[in-house]
């Protein structure tokens, strides 16, 4: 008995650290399974030994091939750190691989370490405060992870690179279809958050460069990549992995039209042409 209360205390004071999330702003898909599965995948990531952050994100994201695609399992009546690796969008996949790689890389294997650094990325600087504190727009996402040093957009040191300016306001623009947003307050918020954002310019590679050799050549197993798009009012649709299939760069996501967690058959470059709402593509880099 008296073990097993003071590891109560110690994790008590963990999560009472403030630079710690509390328990109970975390919603579980499955606690306890849950917790076991990552402190095992951390551990067995550290037990590899990789030389770079992209090694670590290319094995961990292996691990959830087949996983089903889910949509919106982060919606809720409140905002709260969902912590799911059993169901994944392509956002909340790209999110998950990124913080555990990113645990990895500090030395730690816990699942307590695992989701302050979800936290850290999902959320505006790094702490949950509300629907509108999660870095909805991707853009807003680099530009934020970027500047607290989590990841570098290396999107303009490729060649052939080009410049988009745009106006990101979707969320408000179609305000009916974010639950949250019936909330006046968080409206608000998100409408104050896109003034940031208005004719934001930002770099990407044209979906017709993708398929140069010289680009090609440059994107790693590993490299995470943001698929811009055409749509009015917003940057990026699609969100993903670089996974290199006999030397040629291929899209590993979760995919809507699979409903899984998929290595896309189809070239990256292929993958792009054959969409008529994608533009191209950005590239980030974790740092650690």
């Given amino acids: 008995m008296k073990k097993y209360y003071i590891s109560f205390i110690i994790l008590c004071c963990i999560f009472c650290n403030s630079n710690a999330i509390t328990l109970d702003k975390v919603r579980f898909h499955n606690e306890q399974n849950d917790t076991s599965a990552i402190t095992q995948l951390l551990i067995n990531t550290y037990q590899q030994h990789f030389d770079s952050p992209n090694e670590r994100i290319g094995f961990i994201a292996r691990q ?105 306001d979707f969320m408000t623009s179609h305000r009916k279809s974010y639950n949250s947003l019936t909330d006046d307050a968080e409206f608000e918020k998100m409408k104050n958050i896109e003034i940031g954002y208005h004719n934001h310019r930002f770099p990407y590679l044209k979906t017709s460069s993708i398929k140069n050799k010289a680009i090609r050549n440059e994107l790693k197993d590993g490299d995470i990549i943001a698929l811009t798009t055409n749509t009015k009012g917003l940057d990026v649709s699609h969100m993903g992995l670089i996974a290199i299939v006999d030397g040629v760069p291929h899209l590993m996501h979760a995919s809507m039209k699979a409903m899984k967690v998929i290595i896309d058959p189809l070239p990256l470059h292929k993958y792009l042409a054959n969409s008529k709402s994608l533009t191209g593509i950005r590239i980030i880099r974790l740092n650690n």
């Fill in 64 to 168: 959830f091939l087949g996983l089903p695609y889910v949509a919106h399992t982060l919606e809720g009546d409140t905002e709260l750190l969902t912590v799911n690796i059993n169901e994944l969008d392509c956002t909340t996949f790209v999110e998950t691989v990124i913080a555990m790689a990113y645990t990895v890389g500090e030395g730690r294997t816990s699942w307590r370490d695992y989701i302050h650094n979800l936290e850290r990325i999902r959320y505006r600087d790094g702490i949950l405060n509300g629907y509108s504190s999660r870095l909805h727009y991707i853009s807003d996402w680099i530009v934020n992870n970027s500047y607290r040093g989590n990841f570098s957009e290396v999107t303009d040191e490729f060649p052939f690179v080009s410049y988009k300016i745009k106006t990101l």
